[in-house]
Structure formats: structure tokens, C-alpha cells
């Protein structure tokens, strides 16, 4: 069934599969300033106590089981808030039920396989697919993106500086959290571990600039990590390059009492500057600066940030107004971020022989 052989109501039924934190403390806020256009109407998640209490907040329907909420009929659009190895198969089930499009939560897959079997069924059945990079919808970097001129032909450094406190610090903030999975105790000096854990902060946190990162490299197929480690208790440092462009990615999860996020990309004689505010903040957009020697342009705050941007733009795609990102650009986001995955853990495998080879 096509998206849009049907008119879309006034207002877009919304339904959202896995209520944990991320639904319960950025995506319900998000969609209770937007009640003009989405209204939340069926949640899911496989704990039917946290589907009930989740639900119960916003006044939905709740169930268990992905097929019930797909076959709710008030439902026009699905939000995906599982955890990441559900993503794929929950996607395409949400497209195969001809919903009017798809919200799913990064990363939308987990492996090129899965990314080219989404883009197949987002092509047959014509779904409309928004992946929730959110900084990709934030209104500073869109007035950055407008304003840049040749920025992106002449960039050949790179820094993404993350520092933000563990993501329950502003869970806490946003809202009363129920059925929050704890952190797993891991042991940080196997390298297996280490392995995963950089692999994690990629995929899981990285990826929110990557997409922006990529603005940035068009050859982004051809990457090599020259550093990689992580840093305690959450974070990493990776130094990289991609085509001619230099790129370091860095964070830090601590107890910080300062969060930043900053995206420099810095050019011959233009640069960009671009602070964010931290995930879970519903605080207004990104601030972005464009800077030559002679001028300083400033763009933002503008009223509202990247997450309720995502929710915008899956209204309006729901619609037939404008396009989402075309089925290329998400599957190219998502191999730059699994080339740079695979490179920083092979990356560990030779610093450790290094480290081997110097202690004979
Ligand atoms: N955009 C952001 O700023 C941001 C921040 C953190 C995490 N995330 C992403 O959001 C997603 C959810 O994060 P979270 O912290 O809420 O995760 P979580 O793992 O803590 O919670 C997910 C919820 O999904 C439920 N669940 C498990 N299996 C399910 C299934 N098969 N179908 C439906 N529900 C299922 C769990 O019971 C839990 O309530 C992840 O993909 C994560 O990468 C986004």
C-alpha cells in the first residue's frame, strides 16, 4: 500500500514501539508542544508495565506486541525507540503496514545488510523514513548550512567535542523515569571490552554529528583511524581521516558540571562553529558561528531544537510536503559510521601489538 493514498488527517496519530528513557524524556516532551499536529496514541513495549505507565501519561492506548499497535488504525505514523538490534525488522514491519512514515531512533541498522534490505522496502512501499540524528534537523545547523557559501570544497579539519554528564543526570531532568535498564559492570581493560565499548560510542553517540561530518568529506568511503581509545567511564578518542580531511572525534561522560557539544569544521578562510545543546535538553536550537578573518555571522537560537525538528519534518513528510533524506544518504550516513566502527576497534588490535612488540 502507498504512504500517501490517503489523505493525512489534521492531526497524525502517533505510535511509538519501546518506551524507555528515550521516549519517556525527550520524545514525549517533544510531541506535547506539537499537539497541533501529533497527538501520541498507542504505545508498545514488550515490559507491559512500562507500556501501561508510559501510556497512561499521555493518555494512549498501550500493548506488547508490535502487530497490535501496527494494526491500530489511529496510528499514521511509528516512531522506533527499541533498542538498536530491533530497529531494522521493526522499520520494515512499519512500512510493510503502510503506515504514513517512519521515525526511527539512530542507528536505523545495524550492519549495510540491513540498511540496503530498509532502503528496498522504503522503495517499494514508498514510506517516508527519518532516522533520529536529531542534530541533522536542528534549525542552527540548517541557517548554518544555508549561509556556508563554498565551505564544505575547502574544510580540511574537523573536531566533534562531546562532554555531557551519563545520560541519567538529564533523563532525571526531563521527566520521572520508569524501568530504566541499569549500565552493565563491565571490566575496561580487556580489549574486547574495549573493543565493544568503542564500537558503542560510535554507533550510539558519534553518529548524532557523523551525518554532519559527512557535509564535510565526500570521500567518505576511504577512512583511516590513526588513533582510538576510550575514555572512563564513558567515552572515546578517535583520530581519523577521511579523503583529505582531518577529523577528531572526542567524548567524555562524566560528572561534569558544564555539558558541551561543539562541531568545528574549519576551512582556508571560512569556518564553522557550532555549539548544540546536550541531548535530552529542551532548550531552543544549536548556536552556529560562520567566521572569516573579517566577519563573524551568528545564527541561532532559534525556538525550538533538533528533536522536535525530527518531529516536524515526519509531519510534514507524512503529508507529501518536502522530501526526507533520500534512501542514499541514509545508508551512506550509516556505512561512513560502521567503516569508522571497524577501523578504531582494528585500530586497538594494533596498538596493543605495538605495546606487545615494545615491552620484548
Ligand atoms: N536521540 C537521542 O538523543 C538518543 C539518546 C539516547 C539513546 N537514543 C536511542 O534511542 C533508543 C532507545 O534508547 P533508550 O535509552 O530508551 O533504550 P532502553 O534500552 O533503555 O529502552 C528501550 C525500551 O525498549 C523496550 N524494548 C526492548 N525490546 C523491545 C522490542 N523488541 N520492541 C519494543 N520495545 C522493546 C525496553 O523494554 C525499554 O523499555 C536507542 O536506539 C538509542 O540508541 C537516542
Known amino acids: 500500500?502507498?504512504?500517501?493514498?490517503?489523505?493525512?488527517?489534521?492531526?497524525?496519530?502517533?505510535?511509538?514501539?519501546?518506551?524507555?528513557?528515550?521516549?519517556?524524556?525527550?520524545?514525549?516532551?517533544?510531541?506535547?508542544?506539537?499537539?497541533?499536529?501529533?497527538?501520541?496514541?498507542?504505545?508498545?513495549?514488550?515490559?507491559?508495565?512500562?507500556?501501561?505507565?508510559?501510556?497512561?501519561?499521555?493518555?494512549?492506548?498501550?500493548?506488547?506486541?508490535?502487530?497490535?499497535?501496527?494494526?491500530?488504525?489511529?496510528?499514521?505514523?511509528?516512531?522506533?525507540?527499541?533498542?538498536?538490534?530491533?530497529?531494522?525488522?521493526?522499520?520494515?514491519?512499519?512500512?510493510?503496514?503502510?503506515?504514513?512514515?517512519?521515525?526511527?531512533?539512530?542507528?536505523?541498522?545495524?550492519?549495510?545488510?540491513?540498511?540496503?534490505?530498509?532502503?528496498?522496502?522504503?522503495?517499494?512501499?514508498?514510506?517516508?523514513?527519518?532516522?533520529?540524528?536529531?542534530?541533522?534537523?536542528?534549525?542552527?545547523?540548517?541557517?548554518?548550512?544555508?549561509?556556508?557559501?563554498?565551505?564544505?570544497?575547502?574544510?580540511?579539519?574537523?573536531?566533534?567535542?562531546?562532554?555531557?554528564?551519563?545520560?541519567?543526570?538529564?533523563?532525571?531532568?526531563?521527566s520521572e523515569i520508569v524501568g530504566r535498564t541499569p549500565m552493565p559492570a563491565r571490566d575496561n581493560t580487556d580489549p574486547e571490552v574495549i573493543k565493544a565499548l568503542l564500537t558503542g560510542g560510535v554507533m550510539g553517540l558519534a553518529i548524532h554529528d557523523l551525518p554532519l561530518v559527512r557535509r564535510f568529506t565526500s570521500d567518505f568511503a576511504a577512512v583511516e583511524v590513526l588513533h582510538a581509545e576510550i575514555v572512563k567511564p564513558f567515552g572515546y578518542v578517535i583520530s581519523l581521516r577521511a579523503g583529505h580531511v582531518t577529523i577528531e572525534l572526542r567524548a567524555a561522560m562524566n560528572s561534569t558540571w558544564e555539558p558541551s557539544w561543539v562541531l568545528e569544521a574549519i576551512g582556508d578562510d571560512t569556518s564553522l562553529s557550532i555549539d548544540f545543546t546536550p541531548s535530552y535538553v529542551h532548550a531552543g536550537s544549536a548556536i552556529a558561528r560562520i567566521m572569516t578573518s573579517r566577519t563573524t555571522t551568528v545564527?541561532?537560537?532559534?525556538?525550538?531544537?533538533?528533536?522536535?525538528?525530527e518531529w516536524r519534518k515526519l509531519a510534514e513528510v507524512a503529508r507529501g510536503i518536502g522530501t526526507a533524506p533520500s534512501a542514499d544518504t541514509l545508508i551512506h550516513d550509516l556505512e561512513f559510521a560502521l567503516a569508522i566502527a571497524e577501523a578504531a576497534t582494528a585500530r586497538v588490535d594494533d596498538q596493543a601489538t605495538t605495546r606487545q612488540e615494545a615491552t620484548v
Open 1 to 174: 500500500m502507498s504512504s500517501q493514498s490517503q489523505a493525512a488527517p489534521a492531526v497524525l496519530g502517533v505510535g511509538i514501539l519501546g518506551a524507555g528513557p528515550v521516549t519517556q524524556a525527550i520524545h514525549l516532551p517533544s510531541l506535547s508542544r506539537l499537539q497541533d499536529i501529533l497527538e501520541v496514541r498507542h504505545i508498545m513495549d514488550v515490559d507491559p508495565a512500562v507500556a501501561e505507565s508510559v501510556a497512561n501519561r499521555v493518555g494512549a492506548a498501550f500493548s506488547t506486541s508490535l502487530d497490535e499497535l501496527l494494526a491500530d488504525p489511529s496510528v499514521d505514523v511509528v516512531a522506533i525507540c527499541s533498542p538498536h538490534q530491533f530497529h531494522a525488522a521493526q522499520v520494515i514491519a512499519a512500512c510493510r503496514a503502510g503506515k504514513k512514515a517512519v521515525l526511527c531512533e539512530k542507528p536505523f541498522a545495524m550492519s549495510g545488510d540491513e540498511a540496503a534490505s530498509i532502503s528496498a522496502v522504503s522503495a517499494e512501499t514508498r514510506v517516508p523514513i527519518i532516522v533520529g540524528a536529531m542534530h541533522t534537523f536542528d534549525p542552527g545547523w540548517l541557517a548554518a548550512e544555508a549561509a556556508w557559501g563554498d565551505l564544505p570544497e575547502q574544510v580540511h579539519t574537523i573536531r566533534s567535542s562531546i562532554v555531557l554528564p551519563l545520560n541519567p543526570r538529564f533523563e532525571d531532568f526531563a
Open 299 to 309: 545564527l541561532g537560537p532559534f525556538g525550538h531544537n533538533g528533536y522536535e525538528g
